[in-house]
């Protein structure tokens, strides 16, 4: 049956679909295939001692399944995600799924809910696996058990201007998103509840996001609360490094690749905040967001504006990440997963 469902105005907020997947596995232990389950999407039962409430032992990943004109449904770059769900277990001392078992219950998830994905170019299913310390402890340590688990949710838009939206960002020199040594690199649930205290403070003076500078110096741009981000200067385009305190966005890295492929210099280094008002263009990319202009950036009450035309940098390169996804341009780099 046909979900009720405006798809031209999906946005990107949750709403019930068919299925979730769940796999469970003992501290010490490896997660077994045939451990893993489709069940009706429902709350799940969490003991109140479980790790991930007490002591934010938890990851999350975001990933997207497109409907394409021809009925085919795809996936874009599923095994970087489970590569990076596996990182983020070693750091935060969790037993993980292996990379095939990731990719086959992102694809049983997906299929489970196809009801669920918009018609061709009104969005996708976005996915969320998560990892989570789910057995009961008292004194810190590693949970006693471990839950992967994917839920499932239509997703347009992640800002509210749809198309045409973009980024208003403020940079904050007050609080931190990441320091070295800490878990700024990998997708830890406790990288996004502290953020909310700076994000809030942002969207109540106007701003869309927040882009956080490095703890250490406050002198180089990191990220912004949801995604990574671009600069373009002369053509040359510019992001910051992912050495431990910048996430390694799969758009991210995907985006470098294609404007390498187009003739541009990508640089990956680090960039100074001063570097931001001479910039001709600035954008950002991240799963949620796929590659949105920055209309302006704010800091220390200096506002830079930035062009966000139809011929900009950031515009040339979101249509062909676009079109390897709806297959217009051909998938030379073999990142498209097709599942039905
Ligand atoms: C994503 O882009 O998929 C994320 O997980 C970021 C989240 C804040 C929406």
């Known amino acids: 049956m046909e979900p009720e469902i405006d798809w031209d105005n999906v946005g990107f907020g949750i709403k ?3 299925y979730m997947f769940v796999m469970k596995c003992s501290n010490g232990d490896e997660f077994k295939q045939e451990g893993g389950e489709l069940k009706p999407f429902a709350n799940i039962e969490l003991n109140p001692a479980a790790g991930v ?11 997207k399944a497109y409907r ?4 085919k449904i795809v996936l874009f770059r599923p095994d970087q995600n489970a590569l990076r769900m596996k990182d983020g277990a070693d750091r935060m001392c969790m037993p993980c799924p292996s990379v ?10 997906a299929l489970a809910n196809q009801r669920w994905i918009p018609p061709p170019g009104k969005g996708s299913l976005y996915l969320r696996p998560l990892l989570l310390g789910t057995g009961p402890i008292l004194g810190l340590t590693q949970a006693p058990e471990y839950t992967f688990l994917i839920y499932t949710t239509p997703a347009g838009n992640y800002l509210k201007d749809g198309v045409n939206s973009q ?7 007050e609080y931190d998103r ?10 830890s649930i406790t990288n996004y509840g502290p953020v909310l205290r700076p994000l809030t403070k942002a969207r109540s003076g106007g701003f869309t996001d927040v882009l956080y500078l490095d703890s250490a110096t406050r002198k180089y741009v990191e990220e912004v609360s949801t995604c990574n981000i671009f600069i373009v200067k002369d053509n040359i385009i510019s992001t910051p490094p992912t050495k431990g305190t910048v996430l390694p966005g799969i758009t991210r890295k995907s985006i470098i690749e294609i ?6 210099t990508v640089e990956e280094r680090q960039i100074e905040v001063e570097e931001l008002f001479e910039a001709d263009e600035a954008f950002c990319t991240g799963t949620a967001v796929i590659v ?10 200096k506002r830079i504006q930035y062009q966000t035309d139809t011929n900009s940098v950031c515009n040339k390169l979101f249509s062909t990440y676009v079109a390897i996804i709806n297959g217009e341009t051909e998938d030379r780099k073999g990142w498209i997963t097709e599942i039905n």
């Open 16 to 18: 019930k679909t068919d």
């Open 68 to 71: 394409r004109e021809d009925g």
């Open 292 to 301: 949105v202009p920055v209309g302006s950036i704010t800091y220390q009450g």
């Open 100 to 109: 095939a078992q990731f990719v086959d219950a992102v694809k049983q998830t």
């Open 178 to 187: 990441a320091s070295l040594g800490g878990t700024g690199g990998i997708k």
């Open 259 to 264: 404007a390498r492929d187009q003739g541009y």
């Open 53 to 63: 409430l007490n002591y934010g032992q938890g990851l999350l990943e975001g990933m």
């Open 167 to 173: 980024f208003n960002l403020y940079i904050e020199d």
